[in-house]
């Protein structure tokens, strides 16, 4: 059997005060031949009956996976979704079809079932970007702050904040918190956290860290392509540098885009998050036309390419081969589970709030539409 090849990754992680790049690793899955992938589909739909399992994925990994979870009763959705999913699911297994911190999002809400993952070593950069012990630290420095961490992010550091946050919630409680006169400490994505910054002028000291895939996008690449597609809609995840966010007609999170491209009048769209996205985007909106938001151009050299390579690890072979053997399951320390856990229930109990109060009103359509997701990615 042929070694995985490995992709080395430059990812951003903050160090002494500066910001520095550091490498990772990515597997590269070799292509599955069209007679395989039938047969791999037929044994993972098999090994998921016989197990009593269910599959949850996320937007940005492979078409294929995302389309098994939905045939086979499963969910595609953001990462906390996903993770609520399984929680309310009656099966006692869950494959998570992600990144390592979704499998422990997803653990940490039901941390009575077996949390299966098709490779444990798809990783975030974000997460990368922000080892606990010295997230832990740099909170010690600051102790007058309101903790504040981004759902891509490890279970001991979710379990070091006071409050957990997704993109298109993050704003609201920030603002909320901004109001009670608090100063917030936030991580880990330094473009979200300027952008709620921004909006809300909190006192926000931010963590120095960045996703690999938004962080690649290029606003002067996005203003030529703009003029190439006059007639487009631009629609951007808030972890894209803001250059690229200041072009938007839509800043959201993946259920707010996806929901953007079903609503809006716009027959063509720019897309400036992971293109993963685009299979479900499709779907949603069939007819409609996705163009992806430049990584590359005259002033850059792509290397992430608008896709996750950490996603691309989750594939049919290895989900097949984790339902058969059982392994690959995702472990959280009780204790970091149960501090953690507080600061996501802190974030829930927030949006069931907001949802209350705002279904009183006449427009309970679009409300409902503002709820319907409340993802990090």
């Given amino acids: 059997m042929n070694a995985v090849p490995l992709k080395d990754v430059e990812y951003e992680k903050p160090q002494d005060g500066q910001s520095c790049t550091a490498h990772a690793w990515a597997r590269t899955p070799a292509p599955v031949a069209p007679h ?37 009763g499963g ?8 993770a609520r999913f399984g929680r309310d699911h009656p099966a006692k297994t869950l494959v998570v079809a992600g990144v390592r911190f979704m499998g422990e999002t997803a653990k940490i809400l039901s941390p009575e079932k077996t949390i299966l993952m098709p490779d444990l070593d798809a990783t975030c950069s974000l997460d990368l970007g922000c080892p606990a012990d010295e997230f832990a630290a740099f909170c010690d ?13 490890s279970a001991a550091v979710k379990a070091r904040a006071d409050w957990m946050v997704t993109s298109s919630i993050g704003l609201d409680i920030v603002e909320h918190l901004h109001a009670q006169g608090k100063k917030i400490l936030w991580a880990p994505d330094k473009h979200l956290g300027s952008y709620i910054q921004k909006k809300t002028g909190a006192d926000m000291l931010l963590w120095q860290g960045s996703c690999i895939v938004h962080d690649e996008f290029k606003g002067i690449e996005l203003d030529l392509l703009k003029a190439e597609y006059p007639d487009a809609k631009v629609l ?27 609503t809006m009048d716009a ?69 970091i589970g149960k501090q953690a856990v507080r600061a996501i229930d802190r974030m829930l109990d927030f949006a ?26």
């Fill in 352 to 377: 069931a709030a907001k949802k209350a109060k705002a279904l009183p009103t006449a427009g309970l359509e679009q409300e409902a539409k503002l709820f319907q997701g409340i993802g990090p990615a």
């Fill in 141 to 153: 420095q600051h102790p007058d702050r309101t903790v504040v961490v981004y759902a891509n992010t």
């Fill in 75 to 82: 969910c595609v959705s953001d990462s906390l979704e996903m």
């Fill in 267 to 335: 027959k063509r769209f720019i897309v400036a998050t992971d293109n993963g996205i685009l299979h479900k985007m499709k779907i949603a909106a069939p007819g409609k036309e996705f163009i992806e938001a430049p990584t590359a151009g005259n002033s850059a050299t792509c290397k992430s390419c608008a896709h996750c390579p950490w996603m691309a690890m989750n594939g049919l072979r290895n989900l097949a081969e984790v339902l058969e053997s059982g392994r690959n399951e995702v472990f959280v320390d009780p204790a």
């Fill in 236 to 262: 951007v995840h808030p972890e894209s540098p803001a250059a690229v966010v200041a072009q938007a007609d839509v800043v959201g999170s993946t259920t707010q885009i996806i929901n953007a491209a079903q």
């Fill in 36 to 72: 395989e992938k039938v047969e791999l589909k037929e044994r993972i739909k098999r090994l998921l009956k016989e197990k009593e399992a269910v599959l949850v994925a996320h937007y940005y990994v492979d078409a294929d996976l995302q389309d098994l979870a939905e045939e086979t």
